[in-house]
């Protein structure tokens, strides 16, 4: 990795999430398009609040006063200029999108982590793949999933390649954004739990007792992928319970499923027609 790479921790939570659900070698999505969508506009709300930039209130997302200059400047007007507030399922419709996810992965071939790839179909350009060029910033992720979650992993960088496609999928989180571990210790193996609850670390890949304690960006990154179906693809060791909360009470994770909810539920209305 290179001075002009950025590593784990300076990736944005979108560029971060869509490194993790992209195929390394063929460069295709690992979750359906419409996942990879609204979980790309969570992942931007996600990073506006971890920044500051907006914040819940009451049910309705607000801008604040001050805030960072950031490479979503352009979601955080739409935000700050909208007449009324809107809730965040609302703001995950609204910013959902083919261009949304294109911007951010052409973010990431100006970086070098990955490549723009365009398939030609009949001499025309069919689709747009995005191939893994640097390999650095994804095992550095890898690396710090796996030590938030006490995965005992002998190679992180080869969890990468047991993705095969999205499956379905269902932190307890303080105002700030900060996880709050002792709201959320369900499935969380500590120096707390009874020995009779704890996993056996004597299996291959069986959680450790000793897992760190995640700082804010990664958890929001771990309840993103749980909530798109990705985390047990990527760790299938891994112990998914603390994951689920971490969905189910981080509000723009929550937003994701709810609109992934609506999705699939229309889809199988429209397939009974």
């Known amino acids: ?82 007449s009324r507030p809107h809730t965040p ?24 982590i990955v490549e723009h790839v365009g398939e030609k179909h009949l001499g025309r350009v069919r689709a747009v793949r995005y191939p893994e060029k640097d390999h650095a910033p994804e095992a550095a992720l890898l690396k710090k999933i796996q030590a938030t979650l006490g995965i005992a992993l002998s190679d992180p960088e080869a969890a990468a390649s047991t993705v095969t496609e999205a499956g379905e999928s269902d932190g307890r989180w303080t105002d700030v954004g900060a996880f709050d571990v002792e709201a959320s210790d369900a499935g969380t193996p500590d120096a707390g739990t009874p020995d009779s609850a704890k996993p056996d670390s004597t299996k291959p890949g069986a959680a450790k007792p000793d897992a760190k304690t995640p700082d804010a960006r990664t958890t929001a990154l771990i309840a993103l992928l749980q909530a798109a179906g990705l985390l047990g693809k990527l760790f299938p060791a891994a112990d998914l319970t603390r994951a689920s909360e971490l969905a189910k009470y981080y509000w723009p994770t929550r937003a994701v499923e709810d609109e992934l909810r609506l999705i699939r539920l229309a889809e199988e209305e429209a397939a009974t027609l």
């Open 1 to 82: 990795m290179d001075a002009e790479t950025p590593n784990a921790a300076e990736l944005s939570l979108p560029q971060a999430f869509l490194l993790l659900a992209t195929n390394d070698n063929n460069g295709k999505p690992e979750v359906p398009v419409f996942a990879l969508r609204t979980t790309v506009a969570g992942a931007i709300l996600a990073e506006l609040d971890l920044i500051g930039a907006i914040g819940l209130q009451g049910k309705h997302i607000t801008a604040t006063g001050d805030a960072p200059q950031t490479d979503f400047q352009h979601e955080l007007e739409l935000i700050r200029g909208k």
């Open 89 to 112: 399922k609302a703001w995950v419709s609204i910013l959902e999108g083919r261009a949304e996810v294109l911007r951010v992965y052409e973010g990431m071939v100006s970086l070098g």
